[in-house]
Each structure stands twice: as structure tokens, then as C-alpha cells.
């Protein structure tokens, strides 16, 4: 399994960030198209050189739309609660190396989150805590894969930010 270094959509849901409609409500097919499009352009844009790193850019942005936007379409609410949950739970208390679980008993959707490394940023007076992630995703017996990065917000939060 190749280690990749850029937010997949997974990541991204389940910290809460998606689409909405034109009444406020959460559309999940579009958000997961486009935040799949943003990710799989982050990871094509990982591979290459010149042209070819801009091949692989495009490439890689086309196949998140379509992943992102088939996960999106099959993941309801409950499914993205548990998952952002079990998310900021275990980024904020989990050991380094020891998976945490969620499962949709409604849906049979489940996932998996498990801490890398923790690291401190320092920026001027400021010292931010960092961790790096691997989460999985099981939907309808598919599993996809995710690796990300996510620093710890003033108000406790954990928000992606690779």
C-alpha cells in the first residue's frame, strides 16, 4: 500500500467540511465530488514532473470527483457523526498506533482511525499540536484508505490541514 500525502475525501468528511444545497442542508454527493476532485488533485499533483506532474494532476482531480462523489451519495448523516466523532476523539486522546472504530449498526457502514505521529508547531508565541493519521472507510464492502495531517484548534477542535 502506497503512503499517500495529501487529504482524501474520508479525512475531509469527517471533520464536517462538505457541499450544501440552496436550503442549507448538506448535499453529500456534491460535497463529496468536490472535496474528492481538491484531494485526488493534491495526490496527482505528487507525481511527475512538468507535463506530465499536470497529467497526473487532472487525472488524479477526475478520479477524486468521481470517488468523492460516489462515497458522498452513500454516507448519510448518522454515518458522518460517528466518523467525525470517533475522529475528534481519538485525535485528541488516541495512542500513537492503536485504531479506533465506528460502525453504522443502521447502515453497516464502518471505519477505522488510527494516530501516527504527533509533532508541536511553533510559530511565534503560538505552539500548535499536530498528528498524523491513517483512517479507512468501509462503505457497501468497499475499504478506501486515507493519510492525513491534523493540528489541534484554540478551541479544542482537530482540523485537517494537509
Known sequence: MKKLTA?????VFSLGLAGCRTD??????????ILGGIAGGLIGSKFGKGRGRKAATFA????????????????????????SRSTQKTLERGKTNVASKWVNP??????????RRTYRVQ????????REF???ITVGGKTERAYGRACRQPDGSWRIVN
Do not use: F, H, W
Open 7 to 11: 487529504i482524501t475525501l474520508i479525512a
Open 24 to 33: 442549507g442542508t448538506m448535499d453529500k454527493q456534491t460535497g463529496g465530488a
Open 60 to 83: 488524479g482531480a477526475v478520479l477524486g470527483v468521481l470517488a468523492g462523489s460516489a462515497i458522498g451519495a452513500q454516507l448519510d448523516e448518522r454515518d458522518r457523526l460517528l466518523m
Open 106 to 115: 443502521d447502515t453497516g457502514n464502518r471505519g477505522t482511525i488510527t494516530p
Open 123 to 130: 510559530r511565534g508565541s503560538t505552539t500548535r499540536y499536530c
Open 134 to 136: 491513517q483512517q479507512t
